[in-house]
């Protein structure tokens, strides 16, 4: 009963921006730490960015200060807006939910980003 829908992915110029946003259902919201993932082929999958029940966000390296992560308690939706797109961020990106006190972890479907002109 546990869903994880991403959106917004799709295909944007360098420089260009996309916000990506996940819709959940099947968890306590507010029980789960929420996270960005992406992956490409042959390579593994890492942290984007994470934004824990309080609100405390964390973002790789390679993202900071281009992307944001947010959660809106009210839709049950974390979102990932990406500004200043580059071809690297090219991947599958995934949302994942990660229960506090338990081993509840669950993943969408992925959604397709690609940065290309």
């Known amino acids: 009963q546990v869903q994880l829908v991403e959106s917004g992915g799709g295909l944007v110029q360098p420089g260009g921006s996309l916000r990506l946003s996940c819709t959940t259902s099947?968890?306590?919201?507010?029980?789960?730490?929420m996270g960005w993932y992406r992956q490409n082929p042959g390579k593994q999958r890492e942290l984007v960015a994470f934004?824990?029940?309080?609100?405390?966000?964390n973002y790789s390296d390679s993202v900071k200060g281009r992307f944001t992560i947010s959660r809106d308690t009210a839709k049950n939706t974390v979102d990932l807006q990406m500004n200043s797109l580059k071809p690297e961020d090219t991947a599958v990106y995934y949302c994942?939910?990660?229960?506090?006190?338990?081993?509840?972890?669950?993943w969408g479907q992925g959604t397709q980003v690609t940065v290309s002109s």
């Open positions: 994942n939910a990660r229960a506090n006190y338990h081993s509840g972890n669950y």
């Open positions: 099947g968890i306590i919201f507010s029980f789960y730490a």
């Open positions: 934004i824990t029940s309080g609100g405390n966000t």
